[in-house]
């Protein structure tokens, strides 16, 4: 079976909002404006911008992701976390449940969230026609190896399989600076 | 040969200052107040603390380690010196030429350092005894395994011998977040 080199791309801290949230936060009607597209179909990046409110610190300027989903989920690093002052879990995305609360602040409103702060697990999205050339399966948990100055081997990355999705690995920003990352970073699929 | 399990100690933001820089920061004839001692034999977590001025923002509160070294010099993650505004080197402690500037901020004064500012090189300190018994020499490369939810290789982790030194493996906080480390944790040392 031919190797699989996948395109690895940075997540820096975002949320996802639901509707109701979207309107607490930047008022009754609000609709999200895309800034620019990402990778994933459908999905953009919003010119709205929240702050994260923890116990310890505030930070100022997380952008929201689009399109709206039925239920929000804020995705943080480790460090972030530390900066909050909160504890959070690795969790793939939507499994948000017994998750650490965090309070959402915009230019209308606030929304006190009581679960829903997460570090995201690393991951890989991949087309089915991907999946079927190079013989991965949904939910499959493999390993990707990134060259460079800072090397590194990620073990436990999950591998989700849709026809929604473009081919791509989605790590946070602890893990791409852990690997020194910069510009376009290709990584080996280890099985 | 017997297989190295190496005890992996992060390391939090820091500095090293030269007595002068010392006391320009904290005044004349200043010294370093023991706060506890590290792992690594005579060195120690300081009572004193800086501001790091970047060209974006500062970052207060970071700790100065003792004893006072020749040559002043900045070590932070890659994560701290995007918020600092400045792109800095992965470099060994000590390899600062050309290095990043950075100005520092003390109760009594400020240093304008033109280079010192680095993200270390992840390694590993170890004991000669234990260079012989486990098969490992001065600067030779080494690959690390880190188990758990987040389980991470860290290749080229350079490895540095001493009767000065400990046995323990340092890892920065970005590298410490993307595996996932909490506690005492323990990384199997691949040749």
């Known amino acids: 079976?031919?190797?699989?080199?996948?395109?690895?791309?940075?997540?820096?801290?975002?949320?996802?909002?639901s509707q109701e949230h979207l309107e607490v936060l930047f008022g009754?009607?609000?609709?999200?404006?895309?800034?620019?597209?990402?990778?994933?179909?459908?999905?953009?990046?919003?010119?709205?911008?929240?702050?994260?409110?923890?116990?310890?610190?505030?930070?100022?300027?997380v952008s929201v992701l689009g399109p709206v989903r039925p239920d929000t989920q804020v995705e943080v690093s480790l460090t972030d976390a530390r900066t909050l002052g909160?504890?959070?879990?690795?969790?793939?995305s939507g499994e948000v449940c017994g998750t650490a609360p965090i309070k959402l602040k915009g230019p209308a409103g606030e929304v006190?969230?009581?679960?829903?702060?997460?570090?995201?697990?690393?991951?890989?999205?991949?087309?089915?026609?991907?999946?079927?050339?190079?013989g991965f399966k949904d939910k499959e948990t493999v390993s990707v190896e990134v060259p460079g100055e800072?090397?590194?081997?990620?073990?436990?990355?999950?591998?989700?399989?849709?026809?929604k999705y473009a081919t791509a690995m989605h790590i946070d920003t602890d893990e791409?600076?852990?690997?020194?990352?910069?510009?376009?970073?290709?990584?080996?699929?280890?099985?």
């Open 86 to 92: 909160v504890a959070i879990p690795v969790r793939e």
């Open 150 to 163: 800072r090397s590194v081997v990620f073990h436990n990355v999950v591998l989700r399989v849709s026809e």
């Open 112 to 134: 006190s969230l009581p679960q829903g702060l997460i570090a995201a697990k690393r991951h890989i999205h991949m087309t089915p026609e991907d999946a079927d050339k190079y």
């Open 28 to 61: 009754s009607g609000a609709i999200l404006h895309s800034k620019r597209a990402l990778s994933q179909p459908g999905q953009f990046l919003s010119e709205e911008k929240v702050s994260l409110i923890g116990p310890k610190r505030a930070i100022d300027g």
């Open 176 to 191: 791409a600076n852990a690997a020194g990352l910069s510009g376009e970073v290709y990584g080996k699929v280890i099985k």
């Open 1 to 17: 079976m031919e190797e699989l080199k996948v395109l690895i791309e940075t997540s820096s801290r975002h949320l996802h909002l």
